[in-house]
């Protein structure tokens, strides 16, 4: 019996402790929040189409974009990976039968419910125009949205987030099967450890910001507001102490799939694991020094700055060394181009464009020239899209068949993986040059010079779009007449790949005796490489 | 599931292949919820150092309204609180069941005690109209000043009218303050931030003043409020606890829920261990002669 067919009714689902349910459950609600931030998108790609304010006034083009970005970063991004893909392998991967706290599990699952609710409720009830930081005074004096409901949603979220970090830590920690060692572990769940990390210290200082935020506009007790002695250089303190942080939230689980992908569709131990297991708990480390470099131009002190630019430069260390590892993987390995690898290899190209952007962005006195422009937005959208996004879609694609038990169709997902790359690019390299040239970001209305590229952008978003909608096409078509797949489809040696798919409830039938490093390839697992070269063939 | 060919103890979850392994998770579980908690006060304790280092004074004044002895008390309490809770835990360890009914009842009672007197110094504040948000405070109308002037105000002092109920820092609260800000003023101790934050035009501002003390008092009343809302929780996990340890659920094989409900009562003792002197102690000997 496996996990799905262990019991049909709604209850077996909604009062289930299992974390491979849990995870599905994730999966649909991450899913729906991804569709409505991405139409929110659509809403701003088309209104961009042309120079004048027409489709949406200004008024209305701030709350789609507010929106868009409360909705991706908040709801999508932060739990895409761990909540998804976290939740259904990390006990997997460590050989243990649930996560060490799955009552908690569910909790977070329908905490996260209860916050993404309250929001899509504030959403349709008008609505918040403050921009996804919800900076002060527009959340405070200004705003004439919905702050407090969303604030609130956002609140709440974040406790789901804190109670997945805490989950991942406890288990990570105590329930990795015998002969499971710490550097024996896939890089994916050391990827998962330094996000929870993350998790914990840093969403409780997003919660109490919040906090305030709401007594301040309810109150006007001066928190924030310089007219009566609070400052609201402070506000922004603690939004990026939690928010900078945050894209580490978003992009550490990502690398982990991606250093599962490399080594694997490279059938090549990976190169350097100790140096990419570490980078991610530098990283994690790291990213709570540098929340500044978002507050260059907002009135900090300009030997604060000069700090923050110098450690925004040290943190981009432990992502090189990452890419030099990927890099070195690849070299002289049996690379085959499926699916997972091909969005595996895309998030290397867009998360190296990303990250040297933010090198950029780092050095104070170039920010000053770009910082509020369009180079801001297409460089987050490198790391949060080309990096996560990327790094998600590679991972569901890789995993479907042990989550679900059926195989995918290759043809359609290598042409929605080039899809989302060509159309990906089409729309934010552009937004580079926009941006250097002077675009500001959050405006309705631009120069008609700057028409042309905001017409390839926003052709390269119907691209990417298309790209986006494949998957979920062929995936849910999959699930009823895909074929039944086996337990290793792509013969590797890691953990997951050793029980059926899709898993019994309790995964593995005893616990089992792990004797092997991790990405250990050789006959003596059983992994013959003619055999898989075949399968690759036959699936071409 | 049944498949299961090892003994499973009663009380071990599933997911666990013994009880050691579920005590260890169950701790770490605990110790990252307090990681987490230090995070969460930690953003309270950030704004309450950038602020009192800008308006000492203005805190220093704020501060003088909290009674100490109250504040001095609850920690007594709470520090005893903390003895009974490590107690129980020793009694859990040794399975003695009434010790730890009696132990959980007591802390239950300090606890209570705790809170008790949070509403005592809730009370005079909102007595006082010294809760930040307006027409959070007692609403006194200006024809019924005699009204106010009975003797539950220990301190005696002269009520302004407050008919919406709106934060007041006036009459004797206010004299006070301008006496340690003109001293400091003139031994030049003020910060950049206190010159323009109480002065308009080089007089002492009345208006401004007040919205650099009221700034002291939400941070008093968001920490004091979110700590009291842990010991509500607190007392909750306690209740439960109790329920347990009457029906003889702890033994030496078996204390980790008692053990982590320590965790967390000891957390919440120590938050307050460090409230009481940064809100009621710090700056009174501005006020108290003390100050040279
Ligand atoms: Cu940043």
Partial sequence: MTYITNGFTLKSWLLTKDHKRIALMYLIAVSVFFLLGGLYAAAIRL?????????????????????????????????????????????????AKDLALPRINLLSWYIYMI????????????????????????????????????????????????????????????????????????????????????????????????????????????????????????????????????????????????????????????????????????IAVFGFLVWGHHMFVSGQSMYAGMVFSFLTMVVAVPSAIKMFNWTATLYKGSVSYDTPMLYALGFM???????????????????????????????????????????????????????????????????????????????????????YQ???RRYAAYPEELQVLNIFSSAGASVLGLGLTLPVMYLTHSLIWGKKAPANPWMLPGLEWRIPSPPPTENFESTPVVTWEAYEFGEENGLDLDEARKRDLATV | MSTHDHYHPPGLQHQFEDMKQQEE???????????????????????????????????????????????????????????TMALTVYYAQKGNRNMQVILIIATMFFGAVFLGVKAIEYSDKFNHGLVPVAGLNHKSKAEEPAAKEEGKTAAGEKHEPNP?????????????????????????????????????????????????????????????????????????????????????????????????????????????????????????????????
């Fill in chain 1, 47 to 95: 209104e961009l189409l042309t120079p004048q304010s027409d489709l949406l006034e200004s008024g209305s083009y701030n709350k789609v974009f507010t929106q868009h970005g409360v909705i991706m970063v908040f709801f999508f991004l932060i739990p895409a990976i761990p909540a998804v893909l976290g939740n259904f392998f990390l006990p997997i991967m460590i050989g």
């Fill in chain 2, 25 to 83: 998770s169950v701790s770490i579980g605990m110790w990252a919820f307090l990681v987490q908690e230090i995070m969460f006060f930690g953003g309270l304790f950030t704004a309450y150092l950038v602020f009192r280092s800008r308006y000492p004074m203005a805190f220093a004044a704020g501060s003088n309204h909290l009674d100490a002895f109250w504040g001095g008390l609850n920690t007594l309490v709470l520090i005893v609180s903390s003895l």
């Fill in chain 1, 115 to 282: 916050g993404g609710s309250l929001t899509l409720y504030a959403l349709m009830q008008g609505g918040v125009d403050t921009g996804w930081t919800f900076y002060t005074p527009y959340s405070t004096t200004f705003s004439n949205g919905y702050v407090m409901a969303v604030g609130l949603g956002v609140f709440i979220n974040g406790f789901s987030s804190i109670l997945t970090g805490l989950n991942f830590i406890v288990t990570v920690h105590t329930m990795r099967a015998p002969g499971m060692t710490w550097f024996r572990l896939p890089l994916f769940v050391w990827a998962n450890y330094a996000t929870a990390l993350v998790m914990i210290l840093g969403t409780p200082v997003v919660a109490i910001t919040i906090l305030l935020l709401a007594l301040e506009r309810v109150g006007h007790i001066g928190i924030f507001d310089p007219s009566i002695g609070g400052d609201p250089i402070l506000y922004q303190h603690l939004f990026w102490f939690y928010s900078h942080p945050a894209v580490y939230i978003m992009i550490l689980p990502s690398m982990g799939v991606i250093s599962e992908l490399i080594s694997n569709f490279s059938r090549k131990k990976i190169f350097g694991y100790e140096f990419i297991a570490f980078s991610s708990i530098a």
């Fill in chain 1, 349 to 435: 190209g867009l998360f190296l464009i990303g990250g040297l952007t933010g090198l950029f962005l780092g050095s104070m006195g170039l920010n000053v020239h770009l910082t509020d422009t369009y180079f801001i937005v297409a460089h987050f959208h490198y790391v949060m899209v080309g990096g996560t996004v990327m790094g998600y879609l590679g991972g569901i694609h890789y995993w479907w068949s042990k989550m679900t038990g059926k195989l995918y169709s290759e043809f359609w997902g290598k042409i929605s993986a080039m899809l989302v790359f060509v159309g990906f690019n089409l729309t934010f390299f552009p937004q580079f040059i926009l941006g």
């Fill in chain 1, 438 to 440: 002077g675009m500001p």
């Fill in chain 2, 164 to 292: 919406r109920g709106e934060f007041q820092w006036t009459g004797e609260n206010y004299e006070a303050s301008v006496k340690i800000i003109t001293e400091a003023h003139e031994k030049k101790y003020l910060t950049k931030y206190e010159e323009v934050g109480y002065y308009s035009n080089g007089e002492l501002d009345q208006n401004k003043v007040r919205d650099k003390v009221r700034i002291f008092y939400w941070i008093y009343f968001v920490m004091t409020g979110l700590h009291a809302l842990h010991m509500i929780v607190g007392l909750g996990l306690m209740t439960w606890l109790l329920i347990m340890a009457w029906r003889g659920t702890y033994s030496a094989d078996y204390y980790s829920p008692v053990e982590i409900s320590g965790l967390y009562w000891h957390f919440v003792d120590i938050v307050w261990i460090f409230l009481f002197p940064l809100l009621y102690l710090l700056g009174r000997h501005f006020m108290h002669g003390g100050g040279h």
